[in-house]
């Protein structure tokens, strides 16, 4: 195991402690609605007021926790919640490109889930991929250890409640079972969408201008990525031969 996959273990405290609720991200769209939309009653709409007001919005925002939000609106599915914290938040003030503390980044999440809408949307505003994950194999084995992770946590949530019966630290317990049963789902739904994913289709049109005495300019078009993965990086690879043998440089 690499040095950059062992940084990924989640602390002691990490492990024992209930993941964030699954309704958050609900609640911070319903708060961050009646804020942004006022009298207004569509997105579109509420992008339209100036940028006084968004700069006033984010004064009253002080105790906010942006990354946090992004985590769970991606989590969620929730486009809307997702839209509204990028137009009242930069990148920066969201960290939008920090892991959290399983080494996952907003677009890990949304690609792995299949959510291509959110995962265009990060990627216009210049989201990237965890920078943990060197090889395929590493992304594969790191989903298995969270997957495993929530599911002992699962198991052993599950008996404690079932032995202690109906006391004030079991609802608490249940509460916390409930949360984690839902985690696990999210990630054998992450798991599952990484096994699937297939190649995307050839880009086409590929062309080169010349720019400099040093220096080529390649330009191309997307390939349609409909029920498919999207894609967040090209490689583009040079030879001075016709059947790039040998490579003369490549670039991601």
């Known amino acids: 195991m ?3 996959m062992q940084n990924l273990h989640l602390s002691q405290s990490k492990k024992h402690s209930a993941p964030s609720s699954p309704n ?3 609640r911070l769209y319903r708060n961050l609605s009646e804020k942004l939309k006022g009298s207004h009653s569509s997105f579109d709409e509420c992008y339209f007021k100036t940028r006084t007001d968004r700069l006033s919005l984010r004064k009253t925002s002080v105790n906010f926790q942006g990354n946090e939000a ?3 609106a991606v989590e969620q599915q ?4 997702v839209q509204l914290l990028l137009y009242q938040y930069t990148p920066e003030e969201l960290d939008l490109n920090t892991p959290n503390s399983e080494g996952l980044t907003p677009l890990d999440i ?3 889930t299949n959510n291509v809408p959110i995962a265009r949307i990060l990627l216009r505003t210049g989201a990237r991929e965890s920078p943990h994950f060197v090889s395929r194999e590493s992304r594969a084995m790191h989903l298995n250890t969270l997957v495993q992770e929530a599911q002992d946590r699962v198991s052993e949530l599950s008996a404690q409640v079932e032995n202690e019966g109906f006391t004030l630290d079991n609802t608490e317990k249940e509460k916390q079972l409930k949360a984690w049963e839902w985690r696990y789902r999210l990630y054998r739904r992450m798991k599952t969408g990484f096994e699937h994913a297939r190649p995307p289709e050839v880009p086409a049109n590929a062309c080169l201008m010349v720019t400099s005495s ?3 300019t390649v330009s191309f078009q997307e390939p349609l ?3 498919a993965a999207v894609v967040t990086r090209y490689k583009v690879e040079w030879s001075k031969s016709k059947d790039f043998s040998p490579l003369a440089g490549e670039i991601l």
């Not at 929730?78 to 919640?81: E, G, I, M, T, W």
């Open 225 to 227: 990525s409909v029920n």
């Open 24 to 26: 958050a991200a609900k």
């Open 110 to 112: 949304a690609i792995m």
């Open 2 to 4: 690499t040095q950059q």
């Open 214 to 216: 040093t220096s080529l």
């Open 70 to 72: 992004m985590f769970e």
């Open 78 to 81: 929730d486009l809307d919640a």
